[in-house]
């Protein structure tokens, strides 16, 4: 990755909060919690599943920077929505935690020198991972989910409900 890459992807990560936030927003209340099948997440559980996801990362992130030899564990999203009851957790709390998450870990991405982006550990699901792998993850991970909270609420509007 080169250091431009790595500017335009950290200032991505910054801002991800608040694109998140609004593309919530634009969802009614009423269609939040609709779930386009019984496999796939509501508006609301995309926002708690990207709470847990941030908190994950933020560890997962000073673990590769200062462990050694860290291993990342994986986790199955739809097991953790299921056991933490996600479309009953509180959405603003889910999206306070995602920006406060995100602003506690910004500061440490800007100041991180160009060799720890090369500072690596064993993900327990796809094997080696490094602070570059982590950066592009979790740059585009809440991009994909406010594509995905896009197309639930046009599937719940196509169904009638809008």
Same mark, same amino acid.
């Given at each position: 990755?080169?250091?431009?890459?790595?500017?335009?992807?950290?200032?991505?990560?910054?801002?991800?909060?608040?694109?998140?936030?609004?593309?919530?927003?634009?969802?009614?209340?009423?269609?939040?919690?609709?779930?386009?099948?019984?496999?796939?997440?509501?508006? #609301?559980?995309?926002?708690?599943?990207?709470?847990?996801?941030?908190?994950?990362?933020?560890?997962?992130?000073?673990?590769?920077?200062? &462990?050694?030899?860290?291993?990342?564990?994986?986790?199955?999203?739809?097991?953790?929505?299921?056991?933490?009851?996600?479309?009953?957790?509180?959405?603003?709390?889910?999206?306070?935690?995602?920006?406060?998450?995100?602003?506690?870990?910004?500061?440490?991405?800007?100041?991180?020198?160009?060799?720890?982006?090369?500072?690596? &550990?064993?993900?327990?699901?796809?094997?080696?991972?490094?602070?570059?792998?982590?950066?592009?993850?979790?740059?585009? #991970?809440?991009?994909? #989910?406010?594509?995905?909270?896009?197309?639930?609420?046009?599937?719940?509007?196509?169904?009638?409900? &809008?």
């Amino acid at each position: 990755m080169t250091p431009d890459e790595r500017q335009r992807r950290i200032e991505q990560y910054a801002t991800g909060a608040q694109r998140l936030r609004d593309a919530v927003a634009r969802v009614p209340d009423e269609a939040r919690a609709w779930r386009p099948s019984p496999d796939e997440f509501s508006v #609301h559980e995309i926002a708690c599943h990207c709470a847990d996801s941030e908190t994950n990362a933020a560890s997962r992130i000073r673990y590769l920077i200062a &462990g050694k030899e860290p291993v990342i564990l994986g986790y199955d999203p739809m097991t953790w929505a299921m056991t933490f009851d996600y479309q009953h957790h509180p959405l603003d709390a889910a999206l306070a935690a995602i920006e406060a998450v995100r602003a506690n870990t910004v500061p440490i991405l800007r100041r991180m020198p160009d060799a720890a982006w090369a500072s690596a &550990g064993t993900h327990s699901e796809s094997g080696r991972y490094t602070a570059e792998d982590w950066l592009r993850s979790y740059s585009d #991970h809440i991009e994909q #989910h406010i594509e995905q909270i896009a197309a639930t609420y046009a599937a719940w509007q196509q169904r009638g409900r &809008g």
